[in-house]
């Protein structure tokens, strides 16, 4: 797989992504708690590192898809979660690749297009 930028959205933000005309989205990460000192948690209390990797919710919310949105706190996300007794939030990278529509159980076994 690729190397994506990973982003930290905080708890009352949205993820919003979006790809050019002919490009789809697919989700390269996707995790939801507490996973280090950033933008949204300026120090790990006692409450240390949380959280769960959401990649298949993330997945059936944006893969194969042009835009998508995932508002935060998410009911589905926190429902999983580790982190029930601190604020989560959420951890994403996404590439955009060529194509119009793609199933998203074939997401992941896409690859790069050469450049």
């Not at 999983?80 to 690749?97: F, K």
Request: hydrophobic share 35%; glycine share 6%.
């Amino acid at each position: 797989m690729w190397a994506a930028e990973i982003r930290e959205y905080c708890n009352i933000e949205k993820f919003n992504a979006s790809c050019d005309e002919g490009s789809v989205i697919v989700m390269d990460y996707s995790f939801y708690g507490r996973q280090q000192v950033g933008r949204c948690i300026r120090n790990m209390d006692a409450q240390g590192k949380c959280g769960l990797d959401v990649l298949t919710i993330a997945d059936s919310r944006c893969s194969g898809r042009r835009r998508c949105t995932i508002r935060l706190p998410d009911n589905e996300m926190y429902a999983l979660n580790a982190c029930r007794e601190t604020v989560s939030h959420l951890y994403a990278a996404y590439s955009c690749i060529p194509g119009t529509s793609i199933p998203v159980a074939a997401a992941h076994h896409l690859t790069r297009p050469n450049s």
